[in-house]
């Protein structure tokens, strides 16, 4: 009998919640990590002596209170600080919109905008959190087989009936009426501000190669509504310590429940043997059997690297190669002497509209344009910045009287035409300053360090295709059955005993652990 029950390949947020939650289920669980830290995209990283930053994902709100909640993360000293305003918009002309999580306070700010937007505002939010509602209930069931639906298939289906039949059928109609649409289309049919609209679609395209005019990008804006926890758009929270507090919680609790974990431990090779998955060897050659096999990896490593693609159905290995991931945000990071100084806001605001996202784009045209450089193998010369302060926040993560400031910044695409990102990494940069510069003129003569890691670097760094955060674009075609591949949307791989619980399987990436806990519950099922 071998040592372990599970192996889970990768302690990436995903990988330590399946981990944490099938120990506590009695399972004894080994985790291999094969960098040397835990965390996968989710990690804080002293990236200057004295300054540490979340070099990858930044905005804790997302991670799914039930995770919280049966791996007791905040007794393993997970504190996620909410921050309210959730999204702070400066505009080109000096003015600003603030999206705070109370809906009237937030209209009222719309008023100086439109007072016909700030009417229809309520009757937005109320629209869209009755269609999260049931896109989240979605995220948290294992999607049915479709078109082969099997009684098997059914228990979920009936959980979500009660969300559905609430829902009322008219915004059934609704839902399916919106999923499809180009977020475009849906605020112009709400607002007329061009503030008000850029301010909503940016968080549409946040992890997509697709501007606001494109079909689908209404559902990738309902998926991060659906898991905000704010009840709207986005999520609003800062992790003290870093995202890394945040896995470091999760490891902490895998371990408290028995589970075993090990860094700079590599899996070259998932075993296999008469089609059933029986354990891994790892880089240095070391064979550790189990009697399941779960990967946190993307599907790419898992079925090309630690498999032989040969021995796979020709039509499985087509489906995983034709996953799309097109990563097209850098991240940058600057470490200030000092807050930035936004001509927007006066003295006496102080600093609570700087402490959510600061949110950088005009107008969904201008998006639209910074998304079509891509297309032709080009950076956006007016880039759509995404700004975190942390350390207003968690004053700890920079030293005393100075700030971390990161920024997600899109459009870069993942390869250049005729040109390559070594010799381009600057210039982008540079650009991406520049835009901040125009909403926070002094910013240049408080930078102390600068640091940017373009899709390339996001890959080759953190293991992430294409540069893609969330292994595999948030995209419709991309989404329940058909996530992360038609006819294995059930955590299931064509071999017994291997499993995956990574951000590739639905309901998709951003840190909410909730792929890692439907996984989990998937392999308690079956064994
Ligand atoms: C720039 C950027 C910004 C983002 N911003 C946000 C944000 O603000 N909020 C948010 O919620 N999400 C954000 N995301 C998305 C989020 O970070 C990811 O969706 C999520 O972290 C994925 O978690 P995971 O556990 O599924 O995979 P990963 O974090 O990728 O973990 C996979 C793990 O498997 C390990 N591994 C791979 N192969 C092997 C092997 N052979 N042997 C052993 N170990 C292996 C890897 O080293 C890694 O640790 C962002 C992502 C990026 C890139």
């Not at 540069?467 to 989404?479: A, I, K, P, V």
């Not at 059930?490 to 998709?508: E, I, K, N, R």
Request: charged letters at 20%.
């Amino acid at each position: 009998m071998s040592e372990f029950d599970v192996i889970v390949i990768g302690a990436g947020h995903n990988g330590l919640v399946t981990a944490g939650t099938l120990a506590k289920a009695g399972r004894r669980v080994l985790v291999l990590e094969a960098r040397d830290v835990v965390g996968g995209a989710a990690v804080t990283e002293e990236l200057f002596p004295g300054y540490r930053v979340s070099p990858c994902a930044d905005g804790a709100g997302y991670l799914a209170p039930e995770v919280v909640r049966d791996l007791k993360l905040e007794s393993h000293g997970l504190e996620i600080v909410p921050t309210d305003p959730v999204a702070w918009s400066p505009q080109p002309d000096g003015t600003h919109l603030t999206f705070w999580r109370d809906t009237a306070r937030t209209a009222k700010e719309i008023e100086r905008f439109s007072a016909a937007d700030a009417r229809s505002y309520p009757r937005f939010v109320a629209l869209m959190q009755k269609l999260a509602g049931v896109v989240g209930g979605l995220a948290r069931i294992t999607p049915p087989d479709i078109p082969d639906v099997g009684w098997k298939d059914l228990p979920p289906l009936l959980k979500l009936a009660g969300p559905v039949r609430a829902m009322g059928r008219a915004h059934v109609a609704d839902l399916l009426r919106i999923l499809p649409m180009p977020v475009s289309d849906l605020l112009n049919e709400f607002f007329e501000s061009d503030a008000v609209k850029a301010a909503i679609a940016t968080n549409a395209v946040r992890d997509i190669t697709w501007g606001p005019k494109e079909a689908g990008t209404a559902y990738t804006l309902l998926y991060y509504w659906a898991l905000s926890g704010t009840g709207l758009f986005r999520s609003a929270g800062v992790v003290r310590g870093g995202m890394g507090g945040l896995t470091g919680a999760l490891a902490a609790a895998a371990r408290s429940f028995g589970a075993e974990i090990r860094t700079g431990a590599a899996v070259s090779r998932v075993v296999v043997k008469e089609r059933r998955a029986t354990g891994v060897v790892l880089e240095g050659g070391e064979e550790i059997a189990a009697g399941v096999v779960v990967s946190n990896a993307n599907l790419r490593r898992t079925f090309f690297e630690m498999l032989d693609p040969t021995r796979l159905d020709p039509t499985f290995v087509k489906h995983v190669q034709n996953v799309k991931y097109r990563g097209s945000a850098a991240r940058i990071h600057l470490a200030l002497r000092g807050l930035p100084e936004f001509t927007a806001l006066k003295d006496s605001d102080g600093d609570e509209l700087l402490r959510g996202a600061i949110q950088i784009a005009p107008t969904m045209d201008a998006i639209q344009r910074a998304y079509d450089a891509t297309k032709y193998g080009e950076f956006s010369s007016q880039p759509v910045l995404d700004v975190l302060i942390p350390t207003l926040s968690d004053p700890t993560l920079a030293p005393e009287g100075h700030h971390v400031l990161s920024i997600t910044a899109k459009f870069a695409p993942y390869a250049l035409r005729g040109e390559s990102w070594e010799d381009r990494r600057e210039a982008f940069t540079d650009r991406v300053i520049d835009v901040l510069a125009e909403y926070a003129p002094k910013i240049r003569d408080q930078i102390v360090h600068r640091h940017t890691r373009v899709p390339p670097d996001l890959e080759s760094g953190f293991g992430l295709p294409g540069g893609n955060g969330n292994h595999g674009e948030m995209t419709l075609d991309q989404f329940f059955h058909m996530r992360p591949i038609p006819g294995h949307a059930d955590y299931g791989t064509p071999y017994a005993g291997l499993y995956l619980c990574g951000a590739a399987t639905h309901p998709g990436g951003g840190v909410t652990g909730i792929p890692g806990q439907n996984a989990a519950r998937e392999i308690l099922k079956r064994k």
